[in-house]
């Protein structure tokens, strides 16, 4: 295996191309989007991620990567597309279908076809393989077909890129083993050989775990609220017990896998996946209860204007996909209140980006929806005096609060009840 194509130039394809290129391996990167394509052969990113620049420059300047629209032959081909949701909830296996599709004329007795894109289990069986076979060759004896879900945190991509254990489900044994042996090339951590769709299901429960041990934070969160005590303390308290770990509260679930991938459970088993259905439901309210929030700070303020700080779907990235900070100003402007967004990552977004200066000229409320350490080091007092009303809603409970009640603030907090506010 020496030339690889991978299909898809996102957050995982185009660190997984880089590393392959910088590890020897002859890598043709493709993306639908020429300004992708163009950005990429330039030695550049459209993306943030700590040291993929780096990487990037290393692999187009060794001419073992290079970027193109349309696929070449390899001896193995990685399909790493999204897998967004549709508007019912249900997976959109649109652009796994092309980017297989894409590439049956180009197979060849031998080759290797991974899919790393999260996917609903059975997808290798039942999507790709009949696909994959159109080409005349027969999946499990011409062509070795593998599912490996990648395991990478945004921020922390590289690393974990190299770093982390790894799931490899094949079609067969054959195509686990020479998946295998593809990704022990640039992969320090365990490899973990199993079927494919077992890969599959592994994925989904890694994602479906944390979406519903956030729910159940959020859920006391709002519990906390209602009782008037602090959801933070109760947290932080409980997790001394040594089997227990509660999750952080928040404004919601964002990002291409937590928040997407539990869907396709409720979507094959709408009977059998009650919990992963409520789970999914407390998360996709919260952006709603922030509003309730916010309305309530607010009052009878005449035209308030609200400086929101973040729409990146966690602290220090740029990603906004499924992001419920960018889902809270969506219902904030349809209830005709005014915002002011500022992010010191995301460079474009649905909803216009000004300057920290404008954000908070004349607001009435500062509201924090991401966790970005840009936020932790604002000085109080200086906001207060560019802001027309002092009040704060802290969603992810990451200022210092009593430096902004000394600063003249109302301070309330995601998770923390009337009674203790007062």
Not at 32 to 52: A, F, K, Y
Not at 68 to 94: G, H, N, Q, W, Y
Request: include cysteine; glycine fraction near 8%.
């Amino acid at each position: 295996m020496k030339e690889v194509c991978v299909l898809g130039l996102g957050y995982i394809g185009l660190p997984t191309a880089s590393v392959l290129a910088t590890n020897g391996f002859k890598v043709v990167g493709v993306d639908v989007s020429q300004r992708v394509v163009d950005t990429v052969n330039e030695g550049n990113i459209h993306i943030e991620e700590p040291g993929l620049q780096t990487v990037v420059r290393a692999a187009i300047g060794s001419g073992n990567l290079r970027a193109a629209r349309e696929p070449e032959a390899a001896d193995v081909f990685i399909i790493a597309v999204p897998t967004p949701l549709t508007a019912r909830k249900t997976a959109d296996m649109s652009y796994v279908t092309r980017a297989a599709e894409s590439i049956v004329p180009l197979l060849r007795a031998g080759v290797l076809v991974i899919l790393e894109s999260t996917s609903p289990p059975g997808t290798c069986r039942d999507l790709l393989r009949p696909i994959l076979e159109r080409s005349g060759l027969s999946v499990g004896k011409e062509i070795h077909l593998a599912h490996c879900p990648e395991r990478v945190l945004p921020g922390k991509i590289l690393k974990e890129l190299i770093h982390n254990d790894r799931v490899i489900g094949g079609y067969d044994r054959a195509a686990a083993r020479k998946a295998r042996d593809l990704y022990a090339r640039f992969v320090d951590g365990e490899l973990f050989l199993t079927d494919a769709t077992t890969a599959e299901m592994v994925k989904i429960l890694e994602n479906t775990y944390r979406d519903v041990n956030i729910a159940l934070a959020n859920e006391v969160a709002v519990l906390c609220e209602r009782l008037g005590i602090d959801f933070w303390e109760c947290a932080q308290l409980a997790n001394r017990h040594p089997r227990v770990a509660v999750h952080r509260a928040g404004p919601g679930v964002g990002g291409h896998c937590i928040s997407i991938d539990p869907w396709f459970l409720v979507e094959k088993f709408p009977d059998d996946a009650a919990m992963v259905r409520l789970a999914r439901q407390r998360n996709d309210s919260m952006p709603t209860h922030v509003v309730r929030r916010v309305r309530d700070l607010l009052g009878d303020l005449q035209d308030p204007k609200i400086a929101v700080l973040g729409q990146a779907y966690k602290g220090n990235v740029d990603d906004i996909r499924e992001s419920p900070a960018v889902h809270v100003v969506d219902l904030l402007k349809a209830e005709g209140l005014r915002c002011a967004v500022y992010d010191p990552h995301v460079k474009k977004g649905p909803h216009e980006l000004v300057s920290l200066e404008e954000c908070l000229h004349d607001a009435d409320l500062l509201l924090v929806l991401t966790a970005h350490d840009e936020f932790k080091y604002l000085n109080p007092r200086q906001v207060a005096r560019q802001m027309r009303t002092n009040l704060l809603l802290d969603t992810h409970n990451v200022l210092e609060h009593e430096d902004w009640t000394l600063a003249g603030f109302r301070v309330a907090v995601l998770g923390v009840g009337a009674a203790v506010n007062a």
